[in-house]
């Protein structure tokens, strides 16, 4: 960890009921930890954004969207657009997960749109990029990171940031996430460290070292400890671990 703020989200994915959440939220609202020293986001998915925004302490959490579309409000049906969020009092977006891109076929200009996006409308966003198994094996990890980072800066929207608290890059090797394979702390900060030159060169060293760079893939509360001790890991996101109060509580306290 960095001189810079522990950030931890939770991203809950397309899981959860009304019941399910309503305990987990519960659970988070007890969690003992002091909002000073760690930002806390959670990401329910965009049904449920309204009600947990409604329960959770917002002095210890905030409440992100898992993603957003690429547009404003109106004919663009099944989407949802920065400014609905906006209305609903949700500050944070997730943009780039590797399941959006995996899944949803969203390319690295999709991604770059939707940041930016984000970034207009003055939403907080947290960037994910991350390279497969098959990339990392056949050397090419540095150049999908590369291209990865190259669509967020081809946005005059990103370049133009002036406050960077409000920027979370999500670094997330695809072969971590919901694997039960962990980056080896070593791994996950020799990308981190990459992606602080990478941002440095474009946008200089005072905001290189700000810009908080968390690590996603399998993170729990046994691991998370030796993670959180790398210099330039800032923080996690978490999937399955976040459904769990007391895991999650566990990593939100890891630094
Ligand atoms: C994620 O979805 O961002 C993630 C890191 O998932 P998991 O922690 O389950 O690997």
């Given at each position: 960890a960095s001189n810079n703020k522990f950030f931890v989200g939770g991203n809950w994915k397309s899981n959860g009921t009304k019941?399910?959440?309503?305990?987990?939220?519960?659970?988070?609202?007890?969690?003992?930890?002091?909002?000073?020293?760690v930002e806390v986001v959670v990401a329910p998915t965009f049904v449920h954004l309204d009600y947990v925004n409604s329960i959770i302490d917002k002095n210890k959490f905030a409440v992100s969207s898992q993603n957003?579309?690429?547009?404003g409000t109106g004919a663009f049906t099944g989407e949802?657009?920065?400014?609905?969020l906006q209305d609903?009092?949700?500050?944070w977006v997730i943009t780039g997960h590797s399941e959006r891109r995996a899944l949803c076929?969203?390319?690295?200009?999709?991604?770059?749109?939707?940041?930016?996006?984000?970034?207009?409308l003055g939403l907080n966003v947290i960037p994910c990029v991350g390279e497969t198994l098959e990339q990392r094996q056949s050397g090419q990890i540095f150049s999908v990171l590369d291209a990865q980072m190259k669509a967020l800066f081809d946005r005059q929207a990103f370049i133009a940031v002036k406050d960077w608290s409000k920027v979370v890059i999500a670094y997330e090797p695809v072969w971590a996430i919901g694997t039960g394979v962990v980056a080896t702390p070593e791994?996950?900060?020799?990308?981190?460290?990459y992606l602080r030159k990478v941002l440095g060169n474009k946008l200089g060293a005072e905001v290189a070292s700000s810009v908080r760079i968390l690590y996603g893939g399998s993170v729990n509360d046994k691991n998370c400890e030796e993670l959180a001790q790398?210099?330039?890991?800032d923080g996690f996101l978490v999937g399955g671990a976040s459904l769990?109060?007391?895991?999650?509580?566990?990593?939100?306290?890891?630094?």
């Open positions: 019941e399910s959440i309503k305990d987990l939220v519960a659970g988070l609202n007890a969690a003992d930890f002091d909002p000073k020293h957003i579309w690429i547009k949802i657009a920065a400014e609905t609903l009092g949700i500050h076929n969203e390319t690295n200009d999709v991604v770059g749109l939707k940041t930016a996006r984000a970034l207009e791994q996950a900060q020799e990308v981190h460290a790398k210099e330039d890991v769990q109060a007391a895991s999650f509580e566990t990593i939100i306290k890891a630094h």
